[in-house]
């Protein structure tokens, strides 16, 4: 059951992410960052959906597309933009750019690049949780081109066989870099129909649609803690943006998709349709939405324009948290 207080407060969120992400877009075209970035903007209903439906005990990991769910699972804007930049205030100490995000205070462990890695490290916190008989549930956020990876599999099978807490999403965005799933994939062999042979429950949603993937991380979340077993999600979803960059691919010319395919998944907008729900059901009014949006902005602003005027890293400390 979603209350019109969590309704509102996931939409909240879901501006933030929005905004900070489009924020920090416009402002890597202006080369102030040095660090390979992958945006998310378009996919921010999954990453919400799901840690809302968490506890801040629960860890998170992600991938190489990774301020979403570091953002979502508690983290705050200010060290992601200092990250980006490279200060040290950053939250991985400007060492790790964007895609080596950490912050143990919200529960984001980590994110990496290297394709199903975090996966494993997440079965693995999964592991340390079911022996030290504890309730916390570890996570793990990546992108379909995961599932054709073969440690996806050993972490499926080790995590079924070893009845881990964990929750495997899958942000099913259609591509690998350029690569559409239809020249990877036969086209009967789903995602969901793989992980089922591991006997691991599945659920596959709207991934832009807030509500049924918070109704379907609650009905996952509950199975995991319920019987100590491993579930996974699958959320239909879509880049708005090239895969590393900026850019709108049309805007550089690209040819692997094509605009219309683009504006067609950007009026399936997560935010707006969570905003005409909000409208049409009279839980907020067009002017609330256009206030918050306002404030939100401003303190976005604001952390940004900190986090640019912080220090660099003191070269001093390069050898530490070097194993
Ligand atoms: C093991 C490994 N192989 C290849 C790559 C190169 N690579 C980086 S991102 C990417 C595609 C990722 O697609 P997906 O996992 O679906 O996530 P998305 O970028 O669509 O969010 C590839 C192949 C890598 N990082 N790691």
Known sequence: MITPELHLQMHKELIRIRR???????????????????????????PVGVCAALKRTDVAYSHHRSHN???????????????LF???????????????????????????????????????????????GSDRISTAFFGDAVAEEGAFYECLGYASLKNLP????????????????????????????RVAAFDIPTREVDGNDLRAVYEAAVEAVTAIRRDSRPFFLECATYRWLEHVGP????ELKRTYRTKEEVD?????CPVKRS??????????????????????????????????NDPWPDPQHLMEHVY
């Open 264 to 268: 067609g998944w950007m009026a399936r």
């Open 69 to 83: 769910h570091y953002l979502a699972k508690g983290g705050s804007v200010y060290r992601l933009a200092a990250e």
């Open 20 to 46: 900070a992400e489009a924020t920090l877009a416009e402002r890597y075209k202006k080369q102030e960052m040095r660090t390979p970035t992958h945006f998310g903007l378009g996919q921010e209903a999954v």
């Open 275 to 308: 905003a005409a729900y909000l409208v049409d059901n009279g839980i907020a009014t067009q002017d609330q939405l256009s206030t918050w949006e306002a404030e939100i902005q401003a303190r976005i602003d604001a952390d940004v324009a900190r986090a640019y």
């Open 166 to 193: 964990v929750l495997f999403i899958c942000e099913n965005n259609g591509y690998a870099t350029e690569s559409p799933l239809s020249i990877r994939q036969p086209e009967k062999a789903s995602i969901t129909g």
């Open 247 to 250: 850019w709108f691919d049309h």
């Open 86 to 132: 490279g200060r040290a205030t950053g939250c991985s100490g400007g060492r790790g750019g964007s895609v080596h995000l950490t912050d143990r205070e919200c529960g984001f462990i980590a994110s990496s690049a290297i394709l199903a890695e975090a996966v494993a490290a997440a079965t693995g916190s999964a592991l340390s949780f079911a022996m030290d």
